[in-house]
DNA sequence: TTGAAGTAAAACCAAATGGTGTCATATTAA
DNA sequence: TTAATATGACACCATTTGGTTTTACTTCAA
């Protein structure tokens, strides 16, 4: 396995990759699901899907002969520890932040 | 200028990229002596350079023939923006976060 | 004024990236 | 068994990316 941050971030870098993420956070999807979401091939959908398995943002389980894809949120561990080097920089965007985490974690 | 969220996470998705940042976080600094700290033509660092601050991660402000780059904390607003989609997500290991964060603004 | 320092900009190159199409394989259903 | 479905894997292509060199322009200092 290589670097495990630069796998995230390179992940993130593409919108496709984001937008598909942003749906397999609302529902675990085949490959063939997430392809009729976008005006391209599956084969694309699918070079897409292991790139954001590589960056382990997403996990993989078959059933069948379909693909379960999920979003993995501890994925994005590496993309937080890494924003926290710029904690002393934050101040009100960040206690904007703050309030939605509290809403969660009251 | 183009889709802001993109350009940031453009920015952020090469290694030598997220270092530099990490150093402009320190200390501002010139071309060159961001160049000096890497085995790299300052070309190479100045393109760089040239993409963080299309994402709007740093700020060039001129002085002299120099030019002093400097970490810009509200760069990063997109990611945060981008993150909290998820939050609903993140139990403890978002909790971690915000004891960082109420630790800076208590 | 002349030379050195700091940067900008452009041409160029190899490799990575994001896409396609095709074919093979495994599984479900008739 | 056979046909359709869902995916995996590969070859291929255009563009982008990350790097280099080279040249030119400003600005500082002697």
């Known amino acids: 396995m290589t670097d495990t941050a630069q796998n995230v971030f390179r992940a993130l870098a593409d919108p496709t990759r984001r937008d598909i993420l942003r749906m397999l956070g609302r529902d675990a999807m085949t490959i063939g699901q997430v392809a009729g979401q976008f005006d391209m091939t599956r084969a694309a959908i699918k ?20 693909r379960i894809n999920k979003f993995n949120p501890a994925g994005l561990a590496p993309v937080l520890s890494w924003l926290e080097y710029f904690d002393r920089f934050w101040d009100d965007r960040l206690a904007a932040l703050k309030t939605t985490i509290d809403k969660d974690t009251a």
């Open 47 to 66: 070079k897409h899907l292991t790139v954001l398995n590589d960056g382990g943002l997403i996990t993989v389980e078959a059933r069948g002969r379909e």
